[in-house]
């Protein structure tokens, strides 16, 4: 049984913040935002609206796009770093409001690689036979751990959410292979306070191996070669960052997604966000094989190889 994306679904706040807004409020410039990092603008989400309600209206367009009902899901995983509250988790809360009876309910706290841990969770239960369909949520409402007089952070996250559902799929498609990683010894240099603390130097550093690195050992476990590769969708945190794990797979540029420019760094939610956005695109195809890799607060790491459709 082979367990891939049979739905996917976003929301993004209308709300724009843009460079100059930004500039307006920290000591920055739109040139300095964009040369180092890739963004112009990101999205953020009004102070009525919360972490639920955002994986709320992504999971209900994912459901609709996998052609299911929230009954027929038997498990549902936020992943996220900024719930409403410590508990209940927001896949509770979303099970409750989709109506979704039968699905256990869990969050996953591995900051931006959440996404790839989730999907990696639901292939194992839906592979073994123990669930047919779980929703994945990417949900962050990172503006409200963002401090906003701080210029090193500020200018780089933004609020939105990406949802799958995870289910079987046909043979030579779906999840082909994956690595999860992490390195605790990182912890110090992205965690937050009251804020989001970042040593934006060693995170830099970090991420441009690991993505790499991933890239390339995910391709090897299905026994394939860069040059298979029809799309990368990395992780949307800095331009710099992403041009390297391009440039790793020796891709041509119209083949890596990049929607940082039009919403920042979304953490869990920016590869459901970007899928989304390069189908709409018409750049993903059936038969495509995508290569999505992401890293996070943990330190933390993921990355899969795909086959797309179903």
Not at 36 to 64: C, F, P, W
Not at 78 to 86: E, F, G, K, L, Y
Not at 206 to 219: D, H, K, P, T, Y
Request: glycine residues 10%.
């Amino acid at each position: 049984m082979n367990a891939g994306i049979i739905g996917i679904g976003r929301c993004l706040p209308e709300k724009k913040l843009t460079n100059a807004d930004l500039e307006k409020m920290v000591d920055t410039s739109d040139e300095w935002i964009r040369t180092r990092t890739g963004i112009q603008e990101r999205r953020i989400a009004d102070e009525n609206t919360d972490t639920s309600d955002l994986a709320y209206e992504a999971a209900v367009k994912a459901i609709e796009n996998a052609n299911i009902s929230p009954e027929d899901l038997d498990m549902i995983l936020v992943a996220t770093v900024t719930p409403d509250n410590p508990f209940p988790s927001v896949a509770c809360m979303l099970q409750e409001r989709l109506g979704a009876v039968k699905a256990a309910a869990m969050d996953i706290s591995a900051a931006c690689a959440g996404f790839m841990y989730g999907i990696v969770t639901a292939k194992q239960f839906v592979e073994a036979g123990t669930y047919k369909h779980v929703l994945i949520v990417g949900v962050e409402k990172l503006s409200k751990i963002t401090d906003w007089e701080d210029r090193n952070t500020a200018v780089l996250f933004g609020d939105g959410a990406g949802a799958a559902v995870i289910g079987q799929v046909s043979e030579g498609r779906g999840i082909l292979s994956f690595e999860l990683g992490a390195d605790g010894t990182g912890a110090k240099h992205l965690y937050q306070d009251e804020y989001i603390i970042m040593n934006g130097r060693e995170v830099f550093k970090f991420a441009v191996r690991q993505m790499g690195e991933s890239c390339v050992n995910v391709l090897e476990k299905a026994g394939l070669s860069k040059e298979d590769v029809d799309f990368l969708i990395p992780h949307q945190a800095n331009i710099r960052i992403m041009e390297a794990s391009r440039q790793r797979l020796d891709l041509p540029e119209e083949k890596m997604s990049k929607t940082i420019h039009k919403y920042g760094n979304t953490s869990a939610a920016s590869i459901p966000i970007s899928i989304v956005e390069e189908l709409e695109a018409g750049k993903i195809k059936d038969g495509d094989l995508i290569v999505m890799v992401g890293f996070g607060g943990g330190l933390t790491w993921g990355a899969i190889a795909m086959r797309w459709g179903r």
